[in-house]
């Protein structure tokens, strides 16, 4: 079974940067899509970015061009590099395969990214 370790969060100041990070063990890493997806309060998980097995990056408008997401296949690590945070940035930050598989039902813990001056 998959798990999902998400790490790096925190609080930071309007326009600074963050980077989080998710290890993943169980899968086979390499071969799959993955995906950063979020949930501010009162709010669904939604996807933000996503990356292919290929290498193909996706972002949702909002964060284009402020978001960067990256894998490291040997380590089995995706990324979310994010610049210029806003307020509406302000949520729990999770990972999974993207696109979802039908089975896949579980979630890590998150990582609260709060951007609040």
């Known amino acids: 079974q998959v798990r999902l370790v998400e790490s790096g969060g925190g609080l930071v100041q309007p326009e600074e940067s963050l980077r989080v990070s998710c290890k993943v063990t169980g899968s086979v890493f390499k071969f799959n899509g993955w995906g950063w997806y979020r949930r501010a309060p009162g709010k669904e998980r939604d996807l933000v970015a996503s990356?292919?097995?290929?290498?193909?990056?996706n972002y949702v408008d909002s964060v284009k061009g402020r978001f960067t997401i990256s894998r490291d296949n040997a380590r089995r690590t995706l990324y979310l590099q994010m610049n210029n945070l806003k307020s509406e940035d302000t949520a729990m930050y999770y990972c999974n395969y993207y696109p979802m598989p039908a089975w896949q039902t579980s979630w890590g813990q998150g990582t609260q990214v709060t951007v609040s001056s």
């Open positions: 990356i292919g097995s290929n290498g193909t990056t």
